[in-house]
Each structure stands twice: as structure tokens, then as C-alpha cells.
Antibody, heavy 120, light 107 residues
Framework: EVHLVESGGALVQPGGSLRLSCAASGFTFSNYAMNWVRQAPGKGLELVSAIRGSGGSTYYADSVKGRFTISRDNSQNALYLQMNSLRAEDTAVYYC?????????????WGQGTLVTVSS | AIQMTQSPSSLSASVGDRVTITCRASQGIRNDLGWYQQKPGKAPKLLIYDAYTLQSGVPSRFSGSASGTDFTLTISSLQPEDFATYYCLQDYNYPYTFGQGTKLEIK
């Protein structure tokens, strides 16, 4: 059974940094692309970043490019999102989401989410 | 980026009703589309992928169809547990883009 567990969400001041983690189990982690999707309070879903199974290709939304960095450790079945220069508009629940394929296959499983609040 | 226009944004229906939700893509995306159900405070759940394929464990009252750039999610007979928000997602290319969501409420 696929299991994704996010951690690292917190209240942080504007301009601060945070590192989100996602622990994966129940599938061969290195074979699948992974995604971070966020949902601002009361709003819809937005893809923030994605990384190929090998880690060789990445995608960033324009709204986070240059501030966020996605990475993965296939030996630890772990996905990360380093978030720097945080802004109020980054406030959201952040979901770790498994891709159906190695790249651009869609999303089949989601974690429970971790809340990031950016506020002074 | 490919834009996904989802309609309606909200819908009131009764248990037993048949409902349809539509997403229109701004360009061709083959059948690279999924449908998700989200309940308050929970993560989205995949219902259908590749426009037509029912995810394992999802009840057969859910179905998907496609015609060109128009995609439809149909619930054949609404059950109490189906009242939720539904999203479409195109995965033809990055960036994946979601529809705006359809909130399905009890009439």
C-alpha cells in the first residue's frame, strides 16, 4: 500500500525558510516522479514543483522559481522541498503527491498534507 | 500553460441524481486527464485517470468520457458520501494544471 507522510510545516515569518519532507513507502520510489502540490486556504490546487524519478529533471511554478528547491533521496525514499524567502502568498497546505509514471504521468496518491503559514 | 476550464463551479443535487461535471482544455491533451474528489480537510483522491480509466477501488457509478478537448465526469446515482469538491487535472505536460473545482452540495 502506498503511503506518503509529509512533515516540516510550521508558522514562519515573511522572508524565512522552511524545509518540507515526505517519507514514501509501498512502492519503488526511484521509479516514479514526485510532485509538491499546494492549496491555499479555501482555494484550489496548484502544482508547485516536480522531480523525475532519477532526480535528473525538475519543474518549478513561476511563483516559486528561484526561491524553492525540490530534491529527493532515493536511498531513503524521501522527497524534500526547501522553501526560502517565504511570502504571505505561500501560505497553504502542501501535499506530497506520487506520479503515475516516471515523468508527466499524472498523480495517483497524495499525502495528508502539511500546513505552512507565513505571517508576522 | 494549458488552461483547464471546469464547470459548473457549484452544483446542488439530491441522493440518487445523475450529475455531470465538465472540463475543457485550452489545447489538445490527448486523454491525459484525471478526476479527483476532495472532502473538507482531506487530501484529494484519484477517481479516474487517462480520461476513462477507473482507479482501483472506486465505485462504478463514477465514469469519465472525452470528446476532443472536452472531458466529463459522470456520477450515475449520487450517494451521500459523494458530496465533495471535484477537480480535473491535465497531465499532458508540465505544468500540470487543475480545473477550478466543482463543489457538489446536497439539495
Amino acid at each position: 500500500e502506498v503511503h506518503l507522510v509529509e512533515s516540516g510545516g510550521a508558522l514562519v515569518q515573511p522572508g524565512g525558510s522552511l524545509r518540507l519532507s515526505c517519507a514514501a513507502s509501498g512502492f519503488t520510489f526511484s521509479n516514479y516522479a514526485m510532485n509538491w502540490v499546494r492549496q491555499a486556504p479555501g482555494k484550489g490546487l496548484e502544482l508547485v514543483s516536480a522531480i523525475r524519478g532519477s532526480g535528473g529533471s525538475t519543474y518549478y511554478a513561476d511563483s516559486v522559481k528561484g526561491r524553492f528547491t525540490i530534491s529527493r533521496d532515493n536511498s531513503q525514499n524521501a522527497l524534500y522541498l526547501q522553501m526560502n524567502s517565504l511570502r504571505a502568498e505561500d501560505t497553504a497546505v502542501y501535499y506530497c503527491a506520487k506520479d503515475l509514471g516516471s515523468w508527466s504521468g499524472g498523480i495517483d496518491y497524495w499525502g495528508q498534507g502539511t500546513l505552512v503559514t507565513v505571517s508576522s | 500553460a494549458i488552461q483547464m476550464t471546469q464547470s459548473p463551479s457549484s452544483l446542488s443535487a439530491s441522493v440518487g441524481d445523475r450529475v455531470t461535471i465538465t472540463c475543457r482544455a485550452s489545447q489538445g491533451i490527448r486523454n491525459d486527464l484525471g478526476w479527483y474528489q476532495q472532502k473538507p480537510g482531506k487530501a484529494p483522491k484519484l477517481l479516474i485517470y487517462d480520461a476513462y480509466t477507473l482507479q482501483s477501488g472506486v465505485p462504478s457509478r463514477f465514469s469519465g468520457s472525452a470528446s476532443g478537448t472536452d472531458f466529463t465526469l459522470t456520477i450515475s446515482s449520487l450517494q451521500p458520501e459523494d458530496f465533495a469538491t471535484y477537480y480535473c487535472l491535465q497531465d499532458y505536460n508540465y505544468p500540470y494544471t487543475f480545473g477550478q473545482g466543482t463543489k457538489l452540495e446536497i439539495k
